[in-house]
């Protein structure tokens, strides 16, 4: 599968590392090298590529008060001299300045971004067609996540480099799943390279049902943008078993592996995607060492949630 003939903007360090560690595979996304770092840069190397083809100079998306995806898209918007239009919905019951103004929060605006803080998802999608009827043509509009079926052929990609550096088939590759851009484009990128090896899902922003819907609609799109058939529904698994309380409320199980990473490896997980995601994993070491965790990022967030970590 080629992705070289695509518009790409340059931001990452390619390629992540892959390290063995805690027993298992770590695909560290979280090293993408960019603005804080994260699953988000390859998606915004393609959407990003892809609006400065079309000749646009101008972006907007959207996301919670501490969104990674809006962070990161600031920090590319300020490399690419796009000016973004970060639309920031108060979907997390929090009020408190840690949440509503450090990390994630904070970074956006320190990268230049115009915030708009709105209340709910209605708000956002009134306040994009203001911004839409404002800028017409010249406005990129990039979805929540950057999960579309462009955004999605960043972790084909992810999935592609992630082959050329395993010596084995893993069992599975776990990763969190939100707007599922990345799991899709693992399952997409996998079963191109032929690899016998499960995509688990780990539900973190919405239920099992929905989560299914948004993936398979993502599959099918990206699969019709790449020309090839959509790839077996045996190549994945959605897994709710982490979701607690709903996204961005920390669970205990999470709090728990970060702690626990923080002080044996040194290496942070956040409460919101990764350490849900790693609470997943397998405690059994034959399995754990067949299995790749996708390291996924989020650590700028652990500045809103210190309160609930030491
Ligand atoms: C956005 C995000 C995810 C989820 O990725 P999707 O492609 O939206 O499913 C996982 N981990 C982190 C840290 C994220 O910021």
Redesign the pocket.
């Known amino acids: 599968m080629d992705l070289s003939d695509r518009p790409r903007a340059h931001l990452g360090v390619w390629p992540t590392p892959l390290h063995d560690i805690d027993g298992l595979w770590m695909k560290r996304e979280d090293l993408s090298g960019f603005g804080f770092g994260?699953?988000?840069v390859r998606?915004l190397e393609f959407l990003l590529g892809a609006a400065i083809a079309r000749g646009q100079s101008r972006v907007v998306t959207f996301g919670a008060l501490q969104?990674?995806?809006v962070r990161a898209t600031a920090a590319a918007c300020a490399r690419l001299g796009l000016r973004l239009e970060a639309v920031a919905v108060q979907a997390v019951p929090r009020a408190d300045d840690d949440y509503t103004a450090s990390g994630n929060a904070f970074l956006t605006e320190l990268y230049g971004a115009t915030r708009h803080v709105v209340p709910d998802d209605e708000a956002a999608s009134a306040l994009a067609l203001e911004l839409m009827a404002e800028h017409g043509d010249d406005l990129a509009v990039v979805l929540p996540?950057?999960?579309d079926r462009i955004g999605t052929l960043g972790?084909v990609d992810s999935a592609l480099e992630l082959y050329g550096q395993l010596e084995f088939d893993p069992h599975e590759v776990v990763?969190?799943?939100?707007?599922?851009?990345?799991?899709a484009g693992l399952v997409i990128g996998l079963a191109a390279a032929e690899v016998d090896t499960v995509v688990r899902?780990v539900c973190?922003s919405h239920s099992r049902e929905q989560t299914e819907a948004t993936l398979r609609d993502l599959l099918a799109q990206t699969c019709d943008e790449l020309g090839v058939p959509v790839p077996d529904d045996d190549r994945w698994v959605l897994d709710d078993s982490q979701f607690g309380d709903g996204y961005g409320i920390p669970s205990e199980a999470g709090l728990r592996q970060i702690r626990r990473l923080a002080t044996t490896t040194g290496i942070a997980l956040?409460p919101?995607?990764?350490a849900k995601?790693y609470a997943a994993l397998p405690s059994d070491p034959e399995l754990r060492r067949r299995t790749v965790f996708m390291h996924?990022?989020?650590g700028p967030s652990l500045f809103a949630y210190r309160n609930d970590l030491v």
């Open positions: 994260g699953n988000k998606k969104s990674n995806h996540g950057g999960s972790h990763v969190a799943a939100s707007t599922c851009g990345t799991m899902g973190v956040d919101v995607y990764t995601a996924t990022g989020g």
